[in-house]
């Protein structure tokens, strides 16, 4: 076999090892376009520097982070790429938006990222059921809250007297049972933790004996949304809406989660008190703790960004509802869901997004009679790619990604759609006879548009997975796009 020169094979190595550091995020390149942020563990995804520089970079936009992906590395974004023309997606799309898969009212709004110009729109004013997509709003509105990057904060503090201990809500339902992971969302505080802290202080006086109470009064509001079904609560689809809660207790498929979370969460402080030596007399109860209580022990989430992060990607409607109604509260308003709901199309309004035609009975998308037109979906990405919404544009750069990420890990992973995987980063929406993705894509020529897509009216006979299939393959068609 030949040998390769000396200097050649260095470079060869060096080369090699440089790529595979890309590929992880550890230095800037072609797979990863800059280097990516970190923020509670999860990978923040490169931007484009807003104004224009020396070498060409544009207006802030969110990408698809280009880490490892089931699908060929992310090109790079071309900042002098063309913008499609509206002939030109048209026929592109056209067998598309037609496949019988998606049903006959389907609505659409394509956009150029860079300039927020429309490209393409089909029925985007008429108003349609979102499902989940409709968490994009929320996202929005609480991102809009006086401080996004405060965290939600647990305590434990001394009652009426040395031997009572009250458990205090602030927030958090994604506490670990255990010891907190610094670098994690979910379970970032840990009950253990916060029980160690609280039995240092008891024992500073003596103390190993104690009551136990719960103050949950923070935010308190109905459990359940109008109109969710109980079959899917008992399923696990969706949980109660609660301001403290385990992470290990979130709702699943198949596993419900408790009726009573805060109740559940302080059960499980009683038993992390006992690991540290403190008896807990039965039983617990609600009570409002004494104002000025000094504290016993402090816990505190991931940033609250991060959080509302992780209810997008999850799709997790009793977090959504959690996050929206602190921040209803935090404006002043009550705690229904439908002055929650009120809360967040006011926010949106206030922004200057056009709210007409929109109708919303919770802030998840989970309840009958939700309807928003697909443009203001549109006008909401918008807002976070063209870098007028900071705090809104960190959220959305942590959407799925395509066969990677979310709720989008086993889609875009075989047949036309796969062309797409790593490309792609959106947010899904699921409900009986509705199927819709809305998000970020990279063009065949390196163009960064925002899309929205709704069909509302899959035919029963067609199914949940066909409709699905039916959009991730239109967003291949999308992203195979050279339509400048």
């Known amino acids: 076999m030949r040998r390769l020169p000396a200097a050649l094979l260095v470079l060869l190595l060096v080369a090699a090892g440089y790529l595979t550091a ?4 550890l230095v800037p390149g072609f797979l990863t376009l800059a280097p990516a942020t970190r923020s509670g563990g999860i990978a923040k995804a490169p931007v484009v520097t807003k104004g224009a520089s020396p070498s060409g970079q544009a207006a802030a936009v969110p990408i698809p982070s280009a880490v490892f992906s089931p699908a060929a590395p992310l090109e790079l974004l071309n900042l002098r790429a063309p913008v499609p023309t509206r002939a030109r997606l048209t026929a592109l799309l056209a067998a598309a938006l037609a496949d019988p898969g998606l049903g006959p009212s389907v609505a659409l709004t394509v956009r150029d990222a860079r300039t927020g110009s429309h490209l393409l729109d089909v029925s985007a004013q008429v108003p349609r059921i979102p499902a989940s997509t409709v968490k994009l709003l929320t996202a929005a509105a609480v991102m809009s809250t006086p401080d996004p990057a405060r965290t939600l904060v647990t305590r434990a503090v001394r009652g009426l007297t040395d031997n009572d201990v009250i458990l205090v809500a602030g927030g ?10 610094p670098a994690a969302v979910a379970g970032r505080a840990g009950l253990a933790d916060l029980a160690g802290q609280t039995a240092r202080a008891l024992k500073l006086r003596h103390v190993t ?4 109470h719960l103050d949950d009064r923070f935010a308190r509001g ?5 109109g969710w079904i109980a079959a899917d609560i008992e399923a696990g689809l969706t949980g109660s809406v609660a301001m403290l809660g385990l992470s290990t207790q979130r709702p699943a498929p198949g596993v419900p989660a408790p009726a009573d979370p805060a109740l559940s969460t302080t059960q499980a402080f009683r038993v992390a008190l006992a690991s ?9 109860d609600r ?10 022990g402090v816990v505190q989430s991931a940033p609250l960004a991060d959080v509302m992060a992780l209810a997008l990607s999850d799709s997790d409607d009793a977090l959504t509802e959690s996050l929206a109604r602190q921040g209803a509260v935090q404006a002043g308003r009550p705690t229904s869901f439908a002055a929650v709901a009120a809360w967040v199309r006011q ?10 035609g929109v109708t919303l009975v919770d802030s998840c998308g989970l309840a009958p009679g939700t309807l928003i037109p697909v443009r203001v979906l549109g006008d909401v990405l918008a807002l976070a790619a063209g870098g007028q919404d900071p705090a809104l544009q960190e959220v959305v750069s942590q959407l799925p990604v395509a066969g990677l990420s979310g709720t989008l890990a086993k889609r875009f992973l075989k047949g036309p759609a796969h062309a797409a995987a790593g490309t792609v980063r959106a947010k899904t929406g699921t409900l009986t006879g509705v199927s819709s993705l809305a998000g970020t894509v990279v063009d065949k020529d390196g163009r960064l548009l925002t899309f929205a897509i709704l069909a509302d009216k899959v035919a029963p006979g067609v199914g949940t997975l066909s409709a699905r299939a039916a959009l991730d393959r239109f967003v291949a068609v999308l992203a195979g796009c050279g339509c400048g």
């Open 287 to 296: 009570v409002a703790s004494p104002e000025g209580s000094p504290d016993l």
């Open 222 to 226: 109905p459990s359940y949304g109008p």
């Open 172 to 181: 958090d339902t994604l506490l670990s049972p255990g010891a907190g992971d």
């Open 22 to 25: 890309d590929v992880y995020d």
């Open 276 to 284: 540290e030596g403190v008896t807990v007399a039965a039983p617990i």
């Open 209 to 212: 004996r104690v009551r136990l």
């Open 347 to 356: 926010t949106l309004a206030t922004k200057g997004v056009e709210m007409s």
